[in-house]
């Protein structure tokens, strides 16, 4: 009878420590592929890379990260990259985490299905008819584990109302009817963040009597673009109210623009754009960006998260669902004093991934991904500690 207590005993320490195993995925050597569609110093992109890296740190994962060169941002440039890349390595990377993007979704999730890859896409907008042709994740690509994107419409939708707001309390015509002059930049026309985030803005100022939309100018992401189109746009319009960029980065060159200007102009136009860039913080200070949108910067990072609670056994699709849609937040006057520093300079903590965890929190039912509370926890942990 001690014989047989004894090994159940046994059995019983070597079914704990196997369970154990199975919940704990730093015991599983896990390598992460993450491919960027920019080139390193895109502000945007960095801060992806760099909360990413310390997700994949804290959650003991070894992360590589590609960038896509320009020349081959296509349909069929990007496919071929990627794919090639990853045939390339000694060992396949066990979760691919990646935007979906340029007509090449189709293609890649195929590439991946075949060399049995999971994957977790981010970033980039999927449309119902996109869904209906590919599937929702886990259908017909099974390895296709999620979907995370910012909810482009609504944060060009914001953005928009936002400024207007801010412009229509400038002019002093809250009570009264007045016009607002607006003028917006774009990315990319083929970019489903530029396109949607315009869906948004024309969602507010097409049915605004007030507002005038005086023209949208894809400007291709890039600053310089913008420096270059200014003195055209200030010498046709130069009573703009407001200047709405679908990127920090058109905001930089909107505000040289307006330095270099030698005219004089019939407003001083505000200026608001998306992506939380660190280089837009100390113009929120200075007045010279109203608001920046943003925090979906974390995406790729949050990605990483959702694999390891997955591999822990927690799987998120029956908490969160398969396809997950973030909501940017405002960084302005208000909130920079608390927030600016710590964006402009972030050092994130092992802690405040594993408590956004839901294998290593069970009381966790659904992910938290909220960016403002997320940067506003860190900050009380440091001045905790």
């Known amino acids: 009878m001690k014989i047989i207590l004894l090994l159940l005993l046994v059995l019983g320490v070597q079914n704990a420590v196997f369970a154990d195993e199975q919940a704990t995925p730093k015991n599983v050597p896990l390598n992460a592929l993450l491919f960027i569609h920019a080139d390193p110093g895109f502000p ?10 310390s997700a994949a740190q804290a959650l003991n994962i070894k992360l590589q990260v590609e960038y896509i060169p320009k020349r081959l941002r296509d349909r069929f440039g990007v496919t071929q990259f ?37 994957f977790i896409s981010f970033n980039t907008y999927l449309s119902n008819t996109d869904f209906a042709r590919l599937g929702k994740p886990r259908e017909r690509f099974p390895l296709w584990l999620a979907h995370l994107a910012p909810n482009d419409d609504l ?3 914001m953005l928009a109302s936002d400024l207007i707001t801010r412009a229509t309390r400038i002019k002093q015509c809250e009570q009264r009817a007045c016009n607002i002059n607006l003028f917006a930049f774009t990315g990319l026309k083929y970019t489903s963040a530029s396109s949607h985030r315009v869906d948004g803005l024309l969602s507010i100022t097409e049915p605004n009597k007030q507002v005038t939309l005086l023209n ?23 009573d703009v109210d407001v200047f709405w960029a679908a ?30 860039s660190p280089d837009s913080i100390d113009l929120i200070r200075q007045q010279q960006l109203s608001v920046s949108y943003g925090g979906h910067f974390m995406e790729a990072g949050w990605a990483l998260l959702m694999y390891f609670d997955y591999l822990a056994g927690h799987d998120f699709a029956g908490h969160t669902g398969t396809i997950l849609s973030t909501q940017m937040a405002a960084m302005d006057q208000d909130n920079i ?43 009380a942990e440091n001045v905790a500690n």
Do not use: C
Request: charged letters at 20%.
């Open 44 to 53: 945007f992109y960095d801060s992806t890379v760099l909360y990413a890296k």
């Open 247 to 276: 990127s920090d980065i058109m905001a930089f060159g909107i505000i040289e623009g307006l330095k270099a200007y030698d005219k004089k102009l019939q407003t001083n136009p505000i200026i608001g754009s998306i992506d939380w």
């Open 155 to 157: 944060a060009g939708a």
């Open 82 to 118: 990627k794919s090639s890349f990853i045939d390339s390595l000694t060992t396949p990377p066990d979760i691919v985490i990646s935007p979906l993007a340029f007509g090449a979704e189709e293609k890649f999730l195929t590439i991946l299905a075949e060399r049995k890859i999971p």
């Open 216 to 238: 949208t100018v894809d400007a291709q992401w890039s600053q310089n673009v913008v420096r270059g189109f200014m003195p055209t746009v200030l010498s046709r319009h130069n």
């Open 337 to 379: 004093a608390q927030i600016g520093d710590f964006l402009a300079a972030p050092n994130w903590s092992e802690s405040q991934f594993k408590k956004l965890s839901m294998s290593l929190n069970p009381a966790n039912k659904r992910y938290h991904f909220n960016p403002l509370d997320i940067v506003k926890a860190q900050i």
